[in-house]
């Protein structure tokens, strides 16, 4: 049995219906919800449209798929112009993002039901055509027809609202989600077409308004809260109603008007700026200050400038302090100096950490300022020798370390070496530290061995193993002697004949590690003589292939010496004792016999007898009837009548300039390393530009010392007169190395 053929003015006028009654559910007026026979009914009647078949003899297409499509676009071209647009149209401001939403809600319903009713067309007409699908359709009609018409008033009255929100105003933030969510179902170049662009640029204007009255009324501090508030807030309005594409460009311009734009003006407020929070040590601001401009390109700029120019003046303050404490002779003062910059860097270390969270920038800057006044010279002593002399205090005994315990002074040997990575000249520092280490290693004056044992391996591990090499052999060096001096004494007990008759103590050294000292030709008295045969003979049954030079100037000497009230124990190097000995054969000698005996020069021996006549102690006193100031004519004589309250006095020898002698030592060795480091590269490189090698020299040497172009160029003359290089023929500024 052939099927009913429904006409399409027939079909169309019962589908109608069905829509009318959808429209009325939507608008709320009473009418009942469809019922599954309702629903079957209108699906079966375009079901039968799409597919009846024409009667015989009957030419009239029967397949209305064509115009039901048109149709159902029709459908919703209709609603929208005589319900949809008018009802949106007739409202203002919030009232009318609420009738939008409330349409846009009604639809999408009316989309999904027509959508069920059309079903058929979805299936089979619409992929057969290529068409745009049901779904589309109804969206596109609502695009076309509704968001074009009234996108831009919504955008105003949203923009209105978050203006209102800014403010301190409660909104409704469903709605405006609601509302937004339809510019992006249009599509998300609608939503920054039509809405991100112009609101980004509103939010610009509006922050720059406020940015300029901030900026007159409020601190640094109070502005920064103001800023990172707004910064907050903007993103809890992403989170809430905005997409999350908008974050990234609404912070941009956020931060360009508040931040940015004020940078400077904010930064060096008079009374509240960077400056003033770093002196006042505000570390809350400093945070908040670093954390609105880390994340903005080059923002931290600014601010680790300032903090590099606060911490170089606080710096240059201690340094003018240790100055003016040098020119007043206050004692100690090099100590006070290195004590309150290491406690300058533990501060602003602190500041990095905390307050910039470990970026590189910061730790730049702090090194940057650093090296400007940890390399400046305080009354003649430069920063090197500074550091070694607090060293030497630090770990010798007696010094500023009785009062700190073994964990202090650990934490300050860790900071010793800290500061020693600003200074330039670590190879100047090297050798005053081993001079003094020479002192208290040789002198007994070492407080602790395992302090000494810790800083050369803080050392080592800042500057390397050649930098501590020679201080580590010359630690080695006293753990042999020791056991030398036991063998010596050993020696002496088995053979009784070649003991000398005092006691005598032996330090051998390994000539590479310790620092040079000068070996005079001083002729000692018989009884210091024996002394030296005895060790002489003992060391001669350990080893024959090393020479043993006596460095007398080292030597320490405890003497009784009888005078007429009582015995005095008296401590003096070994050229006072020397000195003093001859005068067990004889009461009065003369400058001349003296220097005769000893073999000493007028200077050394000018030295010896003012420390012994004419310092504190007078154990020798000048002939007063010398009738000439001529050295060679005067006499002196041994002060039987001198007392003292103590039964052991130290007679100390008027010092030396060792600090000229080390520094003269030290440019010796950087010639060396400079001719080193030249013959290296050009040896890899064969051929080389005279600025490179310059550059490439200074790169090289600087982990030891930072050398003077002047230099480099006068060791490229030098060695090219050793045949080492040799200038290109054609370019001068070229050198060749010669194999």
């Known amino acids: 049995m052939s099927r009913r053929i429904i006409l399409l003015e027939d ?42 078949t024409p009667r015989p003899n009957d030419s009239t297409p029967n397949d209305y798929s064509e115009q039901l499509y048109d149709k159902y676009r029709g459908a919703f071209e209709n609603y929208i112009a005589t319900t949809v647009l008018p009802s949106i149209e007739d409202k203002y401001n919030e009232f009318m993002l609420r009738e939008l939403v409330n349409q846009w809600v009604n639809h999408k319903v009316m989309i999904k039901w027509l959508s069920r009713f059309f079903h058929y067309l979805d299936r089979f007409f619409i992929p057969r055509r290529n068409l745009p699908t049901l779904h589309q359709v109804g969206m596109n009609c609502f695009r076309d027809l509704v968001y074009r018409v009234v996108h831009e008033k919504a955008r105003k009255a949203i923009i209105f609202l978050i203006d209102e929100e800014r403010e301190g105003k409660q909104i409704d933030r469903a709605l405006l989600k609601n509302v937004l969510g339809i510019f992006v179902e249009m599509g998300m170049d609608r939503y920054e077409e039509d809405f991100e662009a112009e609101m980004v640029k509103e939010s610009g204007a509006y922050y720059s308004r406020k940015a300029s009255s901030w900026i007159e009324e409020d601190s640094c501090p109070d502005y920064m809260i103001k800023a990172e508030e707004s910064l907050k807030k903007e993103k809890e309005r992403v989170t809430h109603y905005l997409d999350s594409s908008t974050e990234t460009k609404l912070i941009e311009i956020v931060q360009q008007k508040l931040l940015v734009a004020h940078a400077n003006q904010l930064l060096e407020k008079e009374n509240s700026g960077c400056r003033v929070l770093l002196r006042d040590d505000k570390v809350e601001d400093l945070s908040r200050m670093f954390s609105l401009y880390c994340n903005i390109t080059k923002g931290l700029d600014p601010v680790s400038n300032m903090f590099k120019q606060h911490i170089t003046s606080e710096g240059m303050a201690l340094i003018q302090q240790a100055e003016d404490a040098a020119a007043s002779k206050q ?40 090296e400007v006044f940890c390399n400046k010279s305080v009354a003649g002593c430069s920063s090197a020798e500074l550091l070694a002399s607090f060293c030497d205090n630090i770990l010798k005994k007696g010094g500023g370390s009785e009062k700190l315990s073994d964990e202090a002074i650990e934490e300050t040997l860790e900071k010793v070496v800290k500061l020693l990575a600003y200074i330039d000249d670590k190879d100047l520092f090297a050798e005053f530290y081993r001079k003094k280490l020479a002192r208290r290693l040789l002198f007994d004056r070492s407080a602790n061995d395992e302090h000494e044992r810790s800083i050369l391996s803080k050392l080592k591990q800042q500057c390397g193993g050649q930098f501590t090499s020679k201080m580590e052999g010359m630690v080695t060096d006293l753990t042999l002697a020791r056991e030398n001096q036991a063998g010596f004494e050993e020696y002496l007990r ?17 000539t590479g590690f310790w620092p040079s000292y000068r070996s005079s030709d001083l002729r000692l008295p018989q009884e210091m003589v024996k002394c030296v045969e005895a060790f002489k003979g003992y060391y001669a049954t350990k080893t ?15 003497i009784n010496g009888k005078f007429d009230q009582k015995p005095i124990e008296l401590i003096v190097s070994t050229y006072q004792a020397a000195v003093l000995v001859l005068f067990n054969g004889s009461a009065r000698m003369s400058y001349s016999e003296i220097m005769a ?9 000018g030295r010896l007898l003012h420390s012994l006549s004419c310092g504190k102690y007078k154990i020798l006193i000048k002939d007063p009837n010398t009738k000439t100031n001529s050295h060679s004519d005067q006499y002196f004589e041994f002060n039987s009548k001198f007392t003292d309250r103590m039964r052991r006095i130290k007679i100390p020898l008027p010092p030396s300039d060792e600090r000229k002698k080390v520094v003269e030592d030290v440019d010796k060795d950087r010639k060396y390393a400079i001719d080193a480091a030249l013959v290296r590269i050009m040896k890899s490189r064969k051929v080389l530009g005279h600025q490179q090698l310059v550059s490439e020299c200074v790169e090289m040497l600087s982990r030891m010392f930072k050398p003077d172009i002047r230099a480099i160029k006068k060791r490229i003359e030098d060695l090219i007169t050793r045949d080492y290089l040799e200038r290109d023929s054609e370019n001068p500024n070229v050198f060749k190395y010669l194999a």
């Open 331 to 370: 004692i100690g003062h090099e100590q006070v100096l290195m004590t309150k910059i290491m406690g300058l860097h533990d501060k602003y270390m602190a500041y990095v950490t905390d307050c910039f969270e470990n970026r590189t920038l910061f730790h730049k800057a702090l090194k940057e300022a650093f």
């Open 544 to 558: 024959k292939h090393r020479k043993l030079t006596w460095i007398y100037s080292l030597g320490t000497c405890h």
């Open 597 to 605: 005996q000893l073999n000493l020069t007028h200077d050394d021996l």
């Open 494 to 510: 088995e053979n009784s004949v070649a003991h000398p008759g005092i006691d005598l103590n032996v330090t051998v050294l390994t």
């Open 11 to 52: 079909g169309w006028a019962f589908m109608e219906q069905g829509i009318t009654k959808l429209k009325r559910i939507l608008e709320g007026l009473p009418e009942p919800q469809f019922s599954s026979q309702e629903y079957m009914h209108l699906y079966t009647t375009i079901y039968d449209m799409c597919t009846q």
